[in-house]
């Protein structure tokens, strides 16, 4: 398994909302909004691209290690597996 997609794996397992089944993903509309017009547009745009029938976007947010930052952004959950995202925000 790649980095990329060790991060992408654990942003689901600890980042992604509790309880999602009272709660409804985000749509691509919504993030657009959120995302285009930014630094993140071209990266937006690229995952955007790859999106297919029945893929969620969700918000994440988790730490990295116990003495970094947090990391925040838009994950993609494909019959429930994380297949990408888009960092928003490292702190």
Request: hydrophobic share 40%.
């Amino acid at each position: 398994m790649t980095v990329e997609a060790e991060f992408w794996e654990r942003a689901a397992r600890e980042g992604l909302p509790q309880f999602r089944f009272l709660r409804r993903s985000l749509s691509p509309e919504q993030l657009d909004r959120v995302l285009l017009s930014t630094r993140l547009e071209g990266e937006w745009l690229q995952l955007r691209s790859q999106l297919q029938s029945g893929d969620q976007l969700w918000p994440f947010e988790f730490p990295v290690r116990s003495y970094l930052g947090m990391r925040r952004g838009y994950l993609v959950l494909r019959r429930g597996r994380p297949v990408g995202g888009v960092v928003t925000e490292v702190s």
